[in-house]
Structure formats: structure tokens, C-alpha cells
């Protein structure tokens, strides 16, 4: 492969490095994908995907745990729950890597640095290295864990890898940050069994989310037995005399300390350029991350940055969808997507699934709006699923109706935001939710609900049945 | 069956059309797709076809007729069909609304635009076609940029900008009543009636910048803050007594000679400018006209002056030197013969005492005045004489 010439040449093979590396080959074009460690990247072997496994299992044991009905002895096997996660993700990498070589992607394991803005040199994986060319270069190499000030040992202080790798439940562990993955883990470990504290330096946990949803969710999660502290800073960790984790939190009463088994810091993130030799061609970083314009490319023409690593969010389907756009530009077509309007997930229980502005910030946009409800409580498929917690909430500017803004704490919002996101994209509103029909009794009625509620025609609920 | 052929909607803003010119006649042959009459909206053509093959049994409409959008204009029916003509306007009327639903009964083309072309039906997204309906923006012509080229809310934002580029934007409008109209009325009034001349001079004020300064702790132990303009209404009163002409106005045949000097004061307000009157100020020390100067401007900034308030008027002074004005043409408060107006004071390099280079305070006066009642030199030695007091340390010290 020596001195072998692309029309692409795609750094990292996560969501954004394949879905461009696909896309690319599909328009014709010849295309190499270096990946340094796993196909997959972050979202199938370290983030989405065994999370999601192991949330699965987490729910269906506390569950069956708790049932009021069914009876038997239920036991945890979390060996086995921890092998499923791997035997889950493993023919979907797999699956991947196919669909790569079918459609004729090169793909190098192996470091790429580069040379200049059309030559890297890889470092195989066997020792070798090869000097590949292209005329474009799309660098998806994502985000790594920036656990400051916490130092990763990962016995006591623990990565998300780390947690994903347990070989055995803690007793008791203490999560710093209540975003998206800190709650996540949260619940994961609490369904099993584990005492859960989440520590949030802020006023609200999912600070992203409209705070009707993260109020709403802290009041469930606390239900569920995870402790919540909110003003709490961790500021580090100690080990006392009797060989024990301390975990130190400041908080507005003081400072406090407590004893945990383990923490688990899900961190912030930096873009992940280590070794990529960006300062050889003069591509602009910020704050760690690659520094791209509103079509991706960066301050190198021809040269484009795809998913975390570019900063703009720390989400799959971002990079999906951005890999899609970056070749889309090069192969002479205008971005088709609206990479503004991405839906939010949380695999909580219930979950939590959000698209476009929040309430407040609508108000604080001088938009004026208009807001509908429809609370779980009132939704009989929710009864059924015995989840009658949670609200779906919509916000419609007032003068010509349309949806602005969608935040679910529901079962399965995850699924139902799509609605939110098709409604977004085309622009609908009030009037076209209202005139679809959903079928009866499913969770997406509350669509339908909270579009007939703006005018306080909701047939399930009456409006003071809202808080 | 026999149908009946009515005037399409081929826009969301149409409400009419014109009929151009019928290209069959009544009782001939037409064939499917065939034009049988061109009618005309917002200047564009479209032709109207027939919707089957048959005989045009009934023209309903002149050429030249302007009717709505969904009148019937003529009814084609298949030759040997037996029908009563009245009974098929009755139920084409009955089904006329509602329109927008049923545009593609009758196939319209477009010309100029060459040839026959199935008209396409424009793709929006609902929010674009609420703005458009709401701004009357037409959808069609208007580039797609959304999923499968639907037109969005930002096409049709940006098309209806392009549309009202380089024509006026009218953000609100203000009806003439009030203050605003008694403005515009006087103004009108000084403009066509005196023809006027404006003197510019240039002040040194450091002398009397100086004689405020000394004296400021003295006023403000009276309670009084003295200003600038104070000084300079009571330097005009005392100038306007020197030089009477100026203190005057014309009435008539006549030109009245003031005795007393009553000075207005153009004050901005937020209904507009008003001139509120210092009555008598040539009678009065300069601490009493900065007391009730500064009671005046207050009362007519708070909106709370009377019409005697604004009465008997000999001359007007405007200062537009906080704006950072440096000299500007006032229009004379008629029926006054002059009015002064007030450049920014300002410290610039002068010289002075023959040929010593000096920074100091400089100030524009710019007197306007009406040259039917007031000579360029009087006006000159009037302002000479101003200039005379201010810059003049012991002249200034008479004024206390």
C-alpha cells in the first residue's frame, strides 16, 4: 500500500469517521479509513451501546426485583450481564467493518499523522508504516476523557471504560457530574443493586434539559434510591487510615467528605488530536478541539472535522449526520440536514427525550409561545407499562404555531422525539399534529394531547391536572 | 357530463382576473387541452383549457370582465349530451367553495413562459406557507432549500427581504397631531416667510468658563447651579437691549421694537421640541435666571408647562453643543426676527495676544436672523457685542 493515493482518506472509524467514509464510497469515491484502536469508535465499544446493554439489564433485575406480583428468587449474575454487553456490540462492529469492505472502503488499523495537508504516514498496528495521499481528509478521531482534577487509577477512580470493564458490582459509587452519561450510570449501577451518589456542582441535573424535565426526573431518580446532591463540587479523592475512599465535595454548607467504594468520573471532554500532528499543516485548534466552519471544514481547505472532535456536541447521531454533510460538500451538494435541531437522549426510567429550544430559552429568545402538555399520569399506555411518571411538553411559537421546541420524560422517549425531530425538520406545528391519527393506546398520543392542550381541548386530562 | 370552466386560484394572493381574449367561440369544437381563453393576473398571462373534448356551449364572461377567482366563465359539454344549462351553473356554483382544494380541475398554462407546461405544485413546509399567507409572499419561484426542496420558513423569509429590498420599510407610522403638527406648522410658517441670513462667530470662552468656575461654590452656597447657557441668556438680554433691532418683530406694515427681552429656550422633550419663555431676563440678576431657567426646563421636560408659558417671545436660543454640535442653521420662532444657535464649547488651539499659541475654550455662535427686519450689520455688531461681555473678565463680573 505503499505511497497509494485515495480521493478520502478518513481518520478514526467511530460514527462520523465510517457514516463519511460510507457515504464517500457510495458516491464513487476512493476511500481509505484509519482506525487506531476499534471500529466503532467511542459509541460501540466504551459509550452507547453497552451502556444501553447493561441499562437493559439493570431496569429488567430491578424490576423483577421489586415486583409486587411475580415471585421467585432473583439473583444477579453480573459477569454474565457484563459478557452480553460485549457479545451485544461485537457483531455490530463486526457488521461495520462489512459493510466497509463492501462497499469498497480501505480500512489500515493503525496512528496516522500528518505529513502535510495530503500525505499522512501510518503507523500500523504490526509495527510497519505506510505513506498514504488523498485530496481530502475528513479527521473523526472524536473525544477523550479530561478527568481533571481527578486522576484515573482505575480500581478506585474509574473512566466510563473503566465502569464498563468491572469485573464486580461496588457496593457503593459516587458518579461526579449529573449530564447525560453521569445519570446514566447512575441508573445502571442503582438497578443493580449498588448504593448510587450523584454529585452536581450545579442547580439541576441535565442542565441542557428544560427544567420541568430535570426537576421532574431528580424527583424519580431520588425514588429510586439514588442520592442527588446538587452546589456539591468533588474536588478530589484522599484514602483514610483505615485504607478507605474519601471522596472531598465542597458544598454551599461547607466542605464534606464521604466514604465510597468507588467514583466514577465521566468527565468532561477534549477533542482527540494527540499525535495527528495538526500544527505540521496549521489546522486551528480551540480549547482542544478542531476548529471547523458552519460546513465543516477546517482552517486547512479540504480538510474537514467530523463528530467530537470538532466540539460542537458529543453525540452519535451529530456525527452521523455530519459525516453524511462533510462529503456532501465536497461532492458538490449543499448540506441537506439541519445539524441545529438534534434530538437529546437520557436512558434513564422513564427516559428522557428532547429536541429544539427549551421553554426558557424560547423566553429568553423573546419568543413568544405558546406551551402543551400532556402528563404520563393521564396516558393509559404509560398505566399499562406501569410507568405513570413524567410529562411530554411542547412548545409552539404563538403566532404561526410551530413546534419550537419537544422535551419528553417518558417510557421510551428516546423513540417517541423522533416525532419531535420529524415535526422540526419539516416545520410543522399545531395544526399538523393535531391532524394525524396515533393509535390507540400508545405512548405517541401525548403528541396529539399536548397539541389539543395549547387550547385546553385535551381529551385524556384536564389542563389544572398539569403542575 | 357537461362542466363548467371558472377562474382558477393560481396564487395564494389572487383574488381576481381579467379576461384577455377567448380563443374559441361560443358552439365550436374544442378538443381536450385545447386553449380556449388567456385571462390576466398581476400582469402575467395564463391560458385556460378546456377540460374535455366537446363543444363550447356557453360563454358566460366578456372579454375586458374582471371577475373572482372561482366565477364561471363557460361550460364545455361532449357532443350530443343532453343537459340543462342552468342546472350545471346552479351546481358548479354549489361546489365552488372550496376553491384552493380543486385548482387542478381546469390544466393551466402558463405564457409567456413558452409552452404548455403542467403547472407543478409548489412544496412548502407549513410554517413557510403560514408566513407566506401572512406576509402575501408568493410560494411560487421561490428556491426549496428544505427536505426534497420544500420551501421553508427561511426561503420564504429571505424572499420576502429580496422583495421589500430597495422599496421603504415602514416600521410604524406616526399620525401628525399634537405637538409634532404644531412643529411642522411653524416651521413651515418661519420657512416661507423670512428670508434669513446666518452670522457664524467664534467665541473664546475661557474667560468665561473661568468666571463660572470662581464663582460656582458661591451660587451653590445660594443654591443655584449657574450654567453656560444661563450665562449666555443673560449676556444676549443685556446685548439685545444694546441692539434693540434685533428684539423686535414684524407685524404687518410695522415693525414692533421690544422694550423688554423675553428669551425662549428650545428644549427637547419626548413629545418634541418646545420652546418654554424667560420672561423679563434683561431685568434679572444671572442667579435668577439660572433658578428659574432651570424650573422651566424641568416643568416643560415633564410635560407640565402651560400655554402663558410659551407666550411673548422677543428671541431664541437653541443649544445643540452637548450633542457635539459645532454650528447649525436654526429656524427663526416666528414672529421673533432671530434666534441663536449654540455650538459645542470645545478646547482648541487659538492665538492670542498677538502671536502666543494658547489652548483654549471655543464656542460657535451662529445667529440667524430675518434680513427683512434685520440688517447684516446690526446682526454683526449685535453678536460682536455678545462676544465682547463673554470674553471680557471684568464685563463678565457686571453680570453677577
Known sequence: MEGKTFDLIVLGGGPGGYSSALWAAMKGLKVCLIEKEKLGGTCLNWGCFPTKSLIRDSQLFSELKSSEYLEGEIKLNFGKVMERKDKVVAPLIKGIETVLINRGVAIIEGNGRLVDPK????????????????????????????????????????????????????????IVGCGRRGIE?????????????????GDRILQKEDG?????????????????????????TKISEEENLILNLETRDGEKQIEVEKVLIPGKRLGDTEGLGLEYVGIETKDGFIRVNTTLETSVPGIF???????????????????????????????????????????????????????REAEEAGEEIEVGKFPMGASGRAATLGQGEGILKIIFGKKYGEVLGVHILAPQA?????????????????????????????????????????????????????? | MARAITIPKLGLTMEKATIVTWMKEEGGRVEKGETICIIETDKINFEIE???????IKILAKEGAVLPVGEIIAVVAKEGETFDIDTVIKQAKE??????????????????????EERRETKASPLARRIAEEKRVDLEGIRGTGPGRSITKEDVLRAFEERTAGSLQISKKIPLKGIRKAIAERMILSWHTAPRVTQVMEVDMTEAVRFRDEHRSNWEAQGVRVSLNDILIKVMSQALREVPEINSSMKGDEIEVYGNVNIGIAVATERGLIVPVLQNTHRKSLVEIARESSVLIQRTQDGKIGPDDLKFGTFTITNLGAYGIDLFTPIINQPESAILGVGKLDRKVKVIDGDKIAIRWVMNLCLVFDHRVIDGASAAQFLSRAREILENPNQLKELL
Do not use: W
Open chain 1, 119 to 174: 500525505n499522512l504516514i501510518i503507523q500500523k498496528k504490526d509495527g510497519t508504516g505506510v505513506t498514504i495521499k488523498a485530496d481530502r481528509l475528513i479527521l473523526a478521531t472524536g473525544a477523550k476523557l479530561d478527568p481533571s482534577p481527578f486522576r484515573i487509577d482505575g480500581d478506585k477512580i474509574l473512566s466510563s471504560r473503566d465502569a464498563l470493564s468491572l469485573k464486580a458490582l461496588p457496593k457503593s459509587l459516587a
Open chain 1, 185 to 201: 450510570f447512575g441508573t445502571i449501577f442503582r438497578g443493580f443493586g449498588c448504593d448510587v451518589l450523584l454529585v452536581e456542582k
Open chain 1, 212 to 236: 420541568e424535565i430535570s426537576h421532574r426526573l431528580r424527583r424519580i431518580l431520588t425514588l429510586q434510591g439514588i442520592k442527588i446532591m446538587l452546589h456539591a463540587e468533588a474536588v478530589g
Open chain 1, 305 to 359: 472535522g467530523v463528530g467530537d472532535v470538532n466540539g460542537k456536541g458529543f453525540l452519535a447521531h451529530k456525527a452521523l449526520m455530519e459525516g453524511i454533510a462533510s462529503v456532501d460538500q465536497f461532492t458538490g451538494k449543499s448540506m441537506k440536514n439541519d445539524l441545529r435541531l438534534l434530538p437529546r437522549c437520557t436512558y434513564t426510567n422513564p427516559e428522557v427525550g428532547s429536541i429544539g429550544l427549551t421553554q
Open chain 1, 414 to 467: 428516546t423513540e417517541l422525539i423522533a416525532l419531535g425531530s420529524l415535526a422540526m425538520r419539516n416545520e410543522m406545528g399545531i395544526e399538523e399534529l393535531k391532524a394525524a391519527v396515533y393509535a390507540h393506546p400508545t405512548l405517541s398520543e401525548a403528541f396529539f394531547e399536548a397539541a389539543l392542550d395549547v387550547r385546553g381541548e385535551a381529551i385524556h386530562f384536564l389542563r389544572s391536572g398539569v403542575e
Open chain 2, 50 to 56: 378546456s377540460p374535455e373534448a366537446g363543444i363550447l
Open chain 2, 95 to 116: 361546489v365552488k367553495a372550496p376553491l384552493e382544494e380543486r385548482p387542478s380541475e381546469i390544466p393551466i398554462a402558463i405564457s409567456p413562459s413558452g409552452p404548455r
